[in-house]
């Protein structure tokens, strides 16, 4: 998958088109958050959920909230405006990020290639 505008493989935030449950995204989050730190801000900020998901468990079990990923209340947005407090994380990510921009890196890992 590329991004059409640079022709560069796609970055994370652009490759999420479906609603994500609060574990998932924390999953998917560069650099990372924890399903209880996303949980803590998303009710600290009232965010509503867009729907829910069944778990598929055969004893029923509880549905999960499910929030949307692109526009400007969905996770993606959110987890853009938190980095600056994410900590130090955010450092090594943004040096991979542009070492990968810039052809040096690799996209899982941000670590440098010969």
């Given at each position: 998958m590329t991004s059409a505008?640079?022709?560069?493989?796609?970055?994370?935030?652009?490759?999420?088109?479906?609603?994500?449950?609060?574990?998932?995204?924390?999953?998917?989050?560069?650099?990372?958050?924890?399903?209880?730190?996303?949980?803590?801000?998303?009710?600290?900020?009232?965010?509503?959920?867009?729907?829910?998901?069944?778990?598929?468990?055969?004893l029923g079990g509880r549905p999960r909230r499910t929030y949307p990923w692109d526009g400007d209340t969905g996770l993606a947005a959110l987890h853009l405006a938190l980095l600056p407090w994410l900590g130090s994380t955010v450092a090594t990510e943004r040096?991979?990020?542009?070492?990968?921009?810039?052809?040096?890196a690799s996209p899982q890992t941000g670590e440098r290639v010969s």
């Open positions: 505008a640079s022709g560069r493989p796609a970055w994370h935030h652009e490759r999420v088109d479906a609603d994500l449950t609060l574990a998932e995204a924390a999953q998917v989050l560069r650099p990372p958050m924890t399903e209880k730190q996303l949980i803590m801000v998303v009710a600290a900020l009232n965010l509503p959920p867009s729907g829910v998901r069944h778990t598929g468990d055969p040096e991979g990020l542009l070492a990968y921009l810039a052809g040096d």
